[in-house]
């Protein structure tokens, strides 16, 4: 008896839902070598565009402050590290449903090209975070961190 059938002989559309459940469980071991073609929830991701002069970057961050937000660039990486702390609700209210459940962002990006980390800028602005970096023109690998907001 071959998988498909053993998985509901009398319900195709429950076969239907093991098939989709095999690929994902075969598929989504895949996301960690390419996350770009298996992001799920939509969730932030880096808009990166190259210039003649610099490299901007943008990630949307809705719901977070500038003090949540850490960034840091290696090389040709850009890493951003975005926390906050799930405000509960006071007194008695009961939800049927909440919705702002991501407490933790956490996205890097590699540049085709390198870049002067220690000339970033960072601001963060009506959700989405921004960050500009100077193209490298000689050969430097340094660490940086990099304030938002000059922060």
């Known amino acids: 008896m071959n998988m498909l059938t053993r998985l509901n002989r009398a319900n195709p559309f429950l ?27 939509g969730g ?3 808009e990166v565009e ?5 490299v901007k970057a943008r990630l949307p961050l809705a719901g977070f402050k500038p003090e949540d937000v850490e960034i840091s660039a290696a090389g040709d990486t850009l890493t ?5 702390e799930e405000v509960l609700p006071e007194g008695n209210a009961r939800y049927l449903r909440r ?5 933790a962002v956490e996205e890097s990006v590699r540049f085709p090209v390198e870049v002067r980390a220690d000339e970033a800028v960072a601001s ?8 500009t970096l100077p193209r490298e023109t000689a050969k430097r ?11």
């Open 99 to 103: 919705e702002r459940r991501r407490e």
């Open 15 to 41: 076969t239907l839902r093991g098939v989709d459940d095999l690929l994902h469980s075969v598929l989504g071991r895949l996301q960690e070598y390419t996350p770009e073609l298996f992001l799920e929830n």
């Open 50 to 54: 190259v210039r003649e002069d610099d």
């Open 44 to 46: 932030p991701r880096f």
């Open 124 to 131: 963060y602005r009506d959700g989405i975070l921004e960050v």
């Open 141 to 151: 690998n340094r660490n940086h961190t990099i304030k938002v907001n000059g922060r």
């Open 80 to 84: 951003v590290v975005a926390r906050r």
